[in-house]
């Protein structure tokens, strides 16, 4: 019978793994068996060489210091508080305590009983996994850090083998046909296809003697370039195969595999040995092969976007893409393929829009159809960062026109941009609270304003420009002309390469915002205090990591690498001397991204606002440990950029 | 003992009322320390606050024993009482209860459950008055068990005990208020479970503070009561 006091201790023990795993009878078993304990400042809970109690131990509140004592002298092996669980390494060894418990401060702890928890052991393999994956680790404490937690958590995965998801992490479960219908350049047609109507397959590749690809042969290339185009279906298959073609190895491990075929539209990849067309031929991946193994998939809601202009129908892909993000994030699908996806179909749904607004313009500005222009994304989404639909930022950059049109130019393109935003708005996407939108006529200009933007910005720092900077230099090109923004990149280094002080001056603003450490130490020991309920994960863990990452990839000069952990990365490639601290940076990113748009999924908002009391302990260690490389990424700024002395 | 008169006309149903009072008879050593000891920490909510005429909506209870809150023996009970529907019960949020058991099975599951522990509670005597009066249709007229009541005890640990409670903020020792000061979240109040359990985890805290005042064993602890 369930009842008050137990469910009490229960949804303790819920928040915080291995809890976390159990069903709802599992937990109320455990709960049902908890001894409260109190022990106040300097009590000794259990001592190094005491023989097992039956239980293990559960921090419920309060701080507990785990001590190696030795010849040495005392060493704190381990700082517990709230949620950790301890004391079970020797009671699963069935061996003395290794660590003596010393209570810091006054500490009401859970003590669960081994026979309970072991028949779960036995019945649950993700907890026994979770045991594992911290015992192996050498850990006296059930916690996990960053690359731990990741580690952890994917072997869960795996072994709870529920999850269609898996293929993911897991390549070896992609589905693919290793036997490739094949055939020579100088086939015909004809021949063809009917070896691909024998085998019922709808796609065959054409190689040359040693098995290397040189093209391929679609159903849909039989219909549009032979029967539409009148094609003699004697001619030789070389003539109309789909050449070069796109390879991969199929080592590249399933989301690679999968997002090249989304990036390139390709309904079939090709597999070779080594990954190149200069390789034999060793299987193939349909679009239905993918299908098959989802229901929900990025490429079909791409395909179903490129295949409508009626705004009611793209906001209903986007609300499903939304359900997507939301099963990926909670089956910790990889944020770089996560943060892909969604930009492809963020950037799918915007040049859909960009195509919508110009039909609808085409008429009334026939000059203008050949007037070179492109579309910007800002901020989030030009860092290929964006999950949710929070702000729009994004402009249009378009090229100098001849005198004589220049009105009807700056007409033009701003009702292009406010068709565009509209039809974004339509789709649920929020307005830019700044107004940097295509829709301003301030930010729809034509490169050599675009250019004295930016020469401005460079040269006179003010608080405001840096702001902009903040959100302009994350631009990336979405639609149009790829030139127009190469060329206005172009002109930013040029600017910065003539004024190196800039970018202190954007160092300066990169460690505006100090990191939130002892965030997490205050929530603990404090009852109160204004960060009790909310904590602004945008502003105080997020922004401090893109500044950071942005200044430093522009002192490097590094180009077309937008997105904030992509940014460490490469960073921890250039200076190998900090790659540690870098990749520990990217990862944190990932995690905070990651958090972010759960709690923003969860309370459909922009999740910008999180509760440290709704997450769970896996969620807060993780996320105080995200903290961590923030301040120490600032330390090294303070330094390169020469701060200190910079702000006299 | 006056309570066994009381018993004897009584007819052969009632043999759990001796069960429980011939558990009762043990005597507990003064010298028992106290983390020898068993506890029942329990709560009541009511129909009101008149013994003569309200009666129980709700029971809930927990032991301590060895120190520990033993969540294993946490129970809720809902016995029935004669004037449900009264308003009260609408203000307590109790009015369609499941489970709800009869009156004689409720003192029958309650006499076995407390045997011979001490009683813990805040604002004990009002709790046991309500018992007692459902006790007396059965042909005991009190409980014999031992009692601590937590609001006299944190008086008496942080006023000393010859602290007169009429100059005293009775406010500042309201359940609410000393978990305020004790660090206890409050989250389940007002259903009879949840204050027992808070009440446990306050006992706790108290008798940590009791232990470095010098109070360590039965007759320590019960010595104003």
Redesign the interface.
């Known amino acids: 019978m369930s009842n008050v006091i137990v469910n009490r201790v229960a949804e303790f023990l819920k928040r915080f793994p291995p809890f976390s795993f159990l069903g709802d009878g599992d937990l109320t078993r455990v709960a049902q068996s908890v001894a409260v304990h109190y022990l106040e400042q300097g009590e000794i809970l259990f001592r190094q060489g005491e023989a097992a109690r039956p239980h293990f131990f559960i921090l419920r509140e309060g701080i507990i210091h785990l001590v190696e004592t030795s010849q040495k002298g005392e060493e704190i092996r381990e700082v517990c508080d709230e949620g950790d669980v301890f004391g079970v390494l020797a009671l699963l060894g069935k061996r003395p305590y290794l660590l003596t418990s010393k209570v810091i401060e006054n500490s009401l702890i859970y003590a669960i009983p081994v026979a309970v928890f072991e028949k779960i052991l036995e019945e649950n393999s993700r907890v026994a996994l979770f045991f594992a994956a911290g015992f192996a680790a050498g850990q006296v404490v059930v916690r996990q850090d960053l690359s731990q937690g990741q580690k952890a958590r994917s072997e869960l995965k795996k072994a709870s083998g529920d999850h269609p998801l898996l293929i993911f992490s897991d390549q070896s479960a992609v589905n693919f046909s290793e036997k490739v219908l094949n055939c020579p350049p100088e086939t015909s047609i004809q021949n063809a296809a009917k070896m691909m109507a024998e085998a019922q397959v709808s796609s065959i590749v054409i190689c040359d003697s040693q098995d290397f690809p040189l093209g391929i042969l679609t159903d849909k290339d039989l219909r549009s370039r032979v029967l539409a185009s009148e094609i003699s279906p004697q001619n030789p298959v070389s003539q109309v195969m789909t050449r070069p073609v796109i390879t991969r190895k199929k080592q590249d491990g399933f989301s690679n595999l999968y997002l090249t075929m989304i990036r390139h539209r390709l309904h079939h990849l090709v597999l070779t040995e080594d990954g190149t067309d200069q390789s034999p031929v060793c299987g193939i991946i349909s679009d239905h092969d993918v299908f098959l193994s989802m229901g929900n998939s990025p490429a079909v809601l791409i395909h179903g976007l490129m295949n409508t202009q009626e705004v009611g129908e793209m906001r209903k892909i986007r609300d499903r893409a939304e359900q997507m993000l939301c099963y990926y994030l909670e089956n910790e699908v990889s944020m770089e393929f996560v943060a892909s996806v969604m930009t492809e179909i963020n950037d799918v749904i915007i040049r859909q829009a960009l195509e919508i607004s110009k039909t609808q313009l085409k008429a009334q500005y026939p000059e203008m159809n050949s007037t070179r222009f492109c579309f910007l994304s800002m901020g989030s989404e030009g860092r290929e960062e964006q999950l949710l639909r929070t702000d729009l930022d994004n402009a249009i950059l378009y090229e100098d026109v001849a005198e004589g049109l220049q009105s009807k130019a700056t007409e033009y393109f701003l009702k292009l941009g406010e068709g565009v935003v509209e039809v974004l708005l339509a789709c649920g996407f929020d307005p830019c609270p700044g107004k940097i939108m295509a829709s301003n006529p301030e930010w729809v200009q034509p490169l050599s304003v675009w250019k004295n933007y930016f020469s401005d910005w460079i040269l006179h720092p003010s608080p405001e420009a840096l702001m902009k900077v903040s959100i302009f230099f994350d631009f990336r090109f979405v639609a149009g002309s790829n030139a127009l923004a190469a060329e206005l990149s172009d002109h930013i280094y040029q600017e910065i390469g003539k004024k190196q002080i800039f970018l202190n001056f954007l160092a300066q603003n990169a460690m505006k915002n100090p990191p939130p450490l002892g965030f997490f130490r205050d929530f603990v020991v404090e009852k109160s205090g204004e960060n009790r309920d909310q904590f602004d994960i945008k502003l105080r863990a997020m922004l401090p990591l893109t500044d950071l990452a942005r200044l430093l990839v522009l002192s490097h000069q590094i180009v077309g690498i937008n997105n904030t952990f992509q940014r460490f990365e490469k960073l921890a490639e250039l200076e190998s001397s900090n790659s540690e601290l870098y990749s520990q940076a990217g990862k944190a990113y990932e995690i905070l991204m990651r958090m972010r748009a759960l709690e923003g999924l969860q309370n459909k908002n922009n999740g910008r606002y999180i509760n440290p009391k709704s997450l769970g302990k896996l969620q807060r260690q993780l996320l105080k440990n995200a903290f961590a490389p923030i301040s120490e990424l600032q330390e090294i700024v303070n330094i390169r950029f020469q701060l200190d002395y910079f702000r006299r | 003992m006056s309570w066994w008169e009381f018993w004897k006309p009584k007819h052969e149903r009632l043999e759990f009322i001796r069960d429980f009072l011939t558990a009762n008879e043990q005597t507990i050593p003064g010298i028992r320390s106290i983390d020898q000891l068993n506890f029942t920490v329990l709560d009541t909510e009511t129909t009101g606050f008149d013994p003569s005429r309200d009666s129980i909506l709700s029971f ?1 209870a ?1 032991k301590v024993s ?7 023996t ?3 009970w809902y016995p029935l009482s004669e004037n449900t529907g009264d308003k009260t019960a609408q203000i307590h949020g109790l009015v369609d209860i499941p ?1 709800q058991i009869s009156k004689e099975e409720f003192v029958r599951k309650l006499l076995a459950y407390l045997g011979n522990s001490i009683l813990v509670g805040h604002h004990l005597g009002f709790d046991l008055e309500m018992i007692n009066r459902q006790l007396s249709d059965f042909g005991l007229d009190q409980l014999p068990n031992a009692g601590v009541d937590t609001l006299s005890l944190a008086i008496r640990l942080e006023h000393g005990p010859q602290a007169d409670q009429n100059r005293i903020k009775m406010g500042t020792y309201s359940l609410d208020a000393l978990c305020e000061r004790y ?1 206890i979240d409050t ?2 109040r007002h ?1 009879a ?2 204050d ?2 808070l009440t ?2 306050l006992f ?2 108290l008798l ?1 503070v009791a232990e470095r005042k010098g109070i360590i064993n039965y007759r320590d602890l019960i010595k104003n009561w």
Request: proline content about 0%; charged content about 30%; cysteine-free.
């Open positions: 809930g927990v060895e120190l520990k809150i033993q969540i294993s946490a129970v809720e489970d660090g989250d389940d259903t479970a949840g027992a359990f446990a985890q706790l805290k940590k």
